[in-house]
C-alpha cells in the first residue's frame, strides 16, 4: 500500500514540483537555490579488498552494485567480493543483488544478496573471512551488536546469532501475521524491531500499521514501545531504526488511503520510554547511520535512479556520496522482478530501465486489488467495464505492471486519459463503485 500511495503522490506533485523528493538531490533541508550535486564522491572510491570490510570506517552502502565506504575512501566489488569466498556466496553474488549493509568497526561487515526466490546472508569478519550466515525466502536488515552478535529478519522473525558460541535464536512476531524488520540491538542481551501489524478486516490488503517492539534475547516476550494508531483510511508505519546510546531515532511515514497527496515522513526518537517527534522531514528520506556523530540520510534521488548520502550540518543537508544502506537499491533491478514482464528489463540493461520509465512516466490508472487469482480479478474488470463502456480495463500482475502491484497477486487496471486529473478520477471511480472504495488506488503500471 505504501508504494501506491508514494507512486499517486508523485503523480499529483510532479507538475508543480518535479519529483517527490523535492528535486533529490536539489536543495538541501535548510538553504535554498542550490544546484544538484554533480557526480557520486562515493564511486570515486579506490578498489581494495574484501579485507576492507571489516574496517568499520565511514559509512558502508551499496552504489553501482559495490559495496563502497563514503568518508574511509573505500570500495569492493561484487568480483573481488567472490575472490577466495565460497562457491555458494560467488553463486549468489552473480544471480543476486547486494543490499541493506552493516557494519561494527572491529566485528566485521554483514549484507544481503537478494536472489530470485532466496536471499543470502553474507558476513565479512575482521579478519576478511566471507561466509554465508543463512539462506531463505526473505532475509533482511541484518544488524551487530557490540559485542559480536548478527541479528537479521526473516520476514516473521528476527534471528540472533552468536558466532563465538554457534548459537542461534528466533524470536517470533508478537502478533499472529504480523511482519518483522529492521531489527536495532539496545545492548548486547536486548534487540528492538518494528512489527507490522496484519491486514484486517477494515484493511483487508498492505501496511496499515508498524510499532516498535523490544524483547530480551533469552526470553520469547516483546514488550511494545511506540503505541502509533491507524483507521481504515490513516496508515502509520516506521523505517530505518537506528539505536545509540539507548536511544533509537526512526522515520515515521503516515498518510490517508484515500489521499493522493504525498505520505507525511518525520524524524522521530524514543527515549526514557517515550517516543516524540523531533521534527518534520521534507519529503520522503530514511536514516542510514551516523558519521562524526552527525546522522546520515539516504534520499532517493529519482532523477538520476539512485540513493544520496547526506549528513545534518548546521540545519542543512550536505550531500556526501551516494549508496544505498537500508533502504532497497534502486539502481538495479530487483530479481524477483525478473520474469520476463514488459517493463522489466534485465538488471545489468539499464537503459532499457530508464527508456521503459520515460515510456510510462506520463501514464496514470486506477487499480482494484489485491486479487489472489487471475479469474477472480477478471470477474471484477468486467463490472469494470459495464460501469466506464468504452474503456481499456485490464488484468495485470507485477510482470505486467511492477510499479502498481506486488508479485502474487492480480489487479484490474482502468487506463485514463492522458489528460484525466488524477484526484478527480479516483473520486469519480469509487463514486460510481463505492464497493472498491478501499481497495482502489491510483498508479503509475
Avoid at 561487515?109 to 525466502?137: C, K, N, Q, W, Y
Avoid at 524488520?181 to 501496511?207: C, H, K, N, Q
Avoid at 469509487?430 to 488506488?441: G, I
Wanted: proline share 6%; glycine share 10%.
Amino acid at each position: 500500500m505504501i508504494r501506491r500511495l508514494v507512486i499517486a503522490a508523485v503523480i499529483m506533485v510532479s507538475t508543480a514540483a518535479g519529483l517527490l523528493t523535492a528535486g533529490a538531490g536539489g536543495a538541501p533541508v535548510g538553504s535554498s537555490g542550490m544546484a544538484p550535486p554533480r557526480g557520486c564522491p562515493s564511486l570515486l572510491a579506490t578498489p581494495r579488498s574484501a579485507l576492507e570490510l571489516g574496517s568499520g570506517r565511514g559509512v558502508w552502502a551499496v552504489a553501482g552494485g559495490q559495496l563502497v565506504s563514503v568518508g574511509a575512501g573505500l570500495a569492493v566489488s561484487g568480483e573481488e567480493l567472490t575472490s577466495g569466498a565460497p562457491r555458494a556466496v560467488v553463486r549468489s553474488i552473480e544471480r543476486g543483488m547486494i543490499k541493506h549493509v552493516a557494519v561494527r568497526r572491529g566485528i566485521g561487515t554483514a549484507f544481503v544478496i537478494d536472489g530470485m526466490g532466496e536471499d543470502v546472508l553474507v558476513a565479512v569478519t575482521h579478519e576478511g573471512g566471507v561466509a554465508v550466515v543463512s539462506r531463505g525466502p526473505e532475509v533482511s536488515h541484518p544488524a551487530w551488536s557490540a559485542g559480536g552478535r548478527l541479528a537479521w529478519s526473516t520476514g516473521s522473525s528476527v534471528v540472533v546469532s552468536d558466532p563465538a558460541i554457534g548459537e542461534r535464536d528466533e524470536l517470533s512476531a508478537p502478533i499472529r501475521g504480523a511482519t518483522m524488520f529492521s531489527p536495532v540491538f539496545l545492548s548486547d542481551r536486548r534487540i528492538a524491531a518494528v512489527v507490522s501489524a496484519p491486514p484486517d478486516e477494515r484493511v483487508p490488503e498492505g501496511e496499515r500499521l508498524g510499532d516498535l517492539w523490544a524483547a530480551n534475547i533469552a526470553g520469547t516476550r516483546w514488550h511494545r514501545l511506540t503505541h502509533f494508531r491507524a483507521g481504515a483510511d490513516r496508515w502509520v508505519t516506521i523505517r530505518t531504526p537506528i539505536a545509540h546510546a539507548g536511544v533509537i531515532e526512526f522515520v515515521r511515514v503516515s498518510a490517508h488511503a484515500s489521499s493522493t497527496e504525498a505520505p507525511r515522513f518525520e524524524l522521530w526518537r524514543y527515549e526514557d520510554g517515550a517516543a516524540a517527534r523531533v521534527r518534520r522531514l521534507d519529503g520522503e528520506r530514511y536514516l542510514a547511520g551516523r558519521l562524526d556523530g552527525r546522522l546520515v540520510w539516504n534520499r532517493p534521488d529519482a532523477i538520476h535512479g539512485r540513493h544520496l548520502l547526506q549528513v545534518d550540518r548546521a540545519g542543512a543537508v550536505r550531500t556526501i556520496g551516494c549508496g544505498a544502506v537500508m533502504v532497497d537499491p534502486i539502481d538495479v533491478v530487483d530479481p524477483d522482478r525478473q520474469a520476463g514482464g514488459s517493463y522489466v528489463p534485465l538488471r545489468t540493461d539499464l537503459s532499457a530501465l530508464s527508456e521503459a520509465s520515460d515510456a510510462n512516466e506520463d501514464e496514470v490508472a486506477v487499480i482494484v486489488g489485491d486479487f489472489p487469482t487471475a479469474a477472480e480479478a477478471e470477474a471484477e474488470a468486467r463490472e469494470i467495464r459495464r460501469a466506464f463502456p468504452g474503456s481499456v480495463v485490464n488484468v495485470v500482475d507485477s510482470k505486467d505492471a511492477p510499479l502498481a502491484i506486488r508479485p502474487g497477486v492480480f489487479g484490474a487496471l482502468l487506463h485514463l486519459p492522458d489528460e484525466a486529473d488524477a484526484s478527480a478520477a479516483l473520486a469519480a471511480f469509487r463514486a460510481m463503485l463505492p464497493t472498491y472504495s478501499s481497495n482502489s488506488w491510483i498508479v503509475t503500471p
